[in-house]
């Protein structure tokens, strides 16, 4: 069973699209993330939610907006899309009450923007 | 201010032990952790140390902290080919806090 999923693997979209991706945690953790690889491979956090609440909201264009149904999902909705939003994105989740950030993370989702 | 910095690239022969180093800055930082990336997958948790702690041995892995110099390291003994991928150190505050990452070391294992 997968334990952190995403939905889709990649993603190729024309700039001035709207997309969305997906992801679902079944390790009945209560903190989802959203992280951003770059090119080069840098990893940088974007948005953080605890049961259902937003968290953390690091400095990402208002195009970006998360959205957490559930604790066991946390979607991105990007709108607008643009050239530099190409990256992988990456899910991941946590357990807020076990006293460290030991994330685990889903396969990424390659999105292109064209 | 929170940065983690690591060295681009590491070259190790099978068998060999590998060190990837890092430094952190944020001295508040109360886990450290090392996740492994392999090409077009997703970061696996290798190990994580407690900031009070000096050494933690986990099979092949060995992780040194040195709190004062704020210095990080992760030792693999027996370095196999299925080692090669990207290591990134990452340090990490309360529970539920977001993670900070190096840059990745990027770990070339040759036969």
């Known amino acids: 069973d997968t334990a952190v999923s995403q939905t889709p693997k990649y993603l190729v979209t024309q700039m001035g699209n709207d997309k969305s991706i997906k992801c679902e945690q079944n390790?009945?953790?209560?903190?989802m993330y959203w992280y951003k690889q770059d090119s080069k491979k840098f990893l940088k956090i974007m948005f953080s939610y605890n049961n259902k609440e937003l968290i953390i909201n690091e400095t990402v264009p208002n195009r970006f907006s998360p959205k957490s149904p559930d604790k066991a999902h946390l979607n991105l909705h990007i709108n607008s899309l643009e050239l530099g939003d190409s990256a992988v994105y990456f899910c991941?989740?946590?357990?807020?009450?076990?006293?460290?950030?030991?994330?685990?993370f889903g396969q990424g989702t390659r999105l292109t923007v064209v | 201010g929170e940065d983690v910095e690591q060295s681009l690239f590491l070259s190790v022969r099978e068998g060999d032990s590998s060190v990837i180093n890092c430094t952190y800055t944020?001295?508040?930082?109360?886990?450290l952790y090392w996740y492994k990336q392999e090409p077009g997958a997703g970061l696996q948790l290798l190990t994580y140390i407690f900031s009070n702690m000096d050494m933690k041995q986990d099979q092949r892995l060995t992780v040194l902290l040195n709190k004062k110099d704020k210095h990080l390291s992760l030792r693999i003994a027996d370095t196999q080919t299925g080692d090669s991928a990207i290591y990134f150190c990452a340090q990490g505050g309360a529970a539920g806090n977001k993670l900070t990452f190096g840059g990745g070391t990027r770990v070339l294992v040759k036969p």
């Open positions: 390790l009945g953790h209560d903190t």
């Open positions: 991941a989740s946590s357990h807020a009450d076990r006293g460290t950030t030991e994330a685990f």
């Open positions: 944020d001295s508040s930082s109360t886990y």
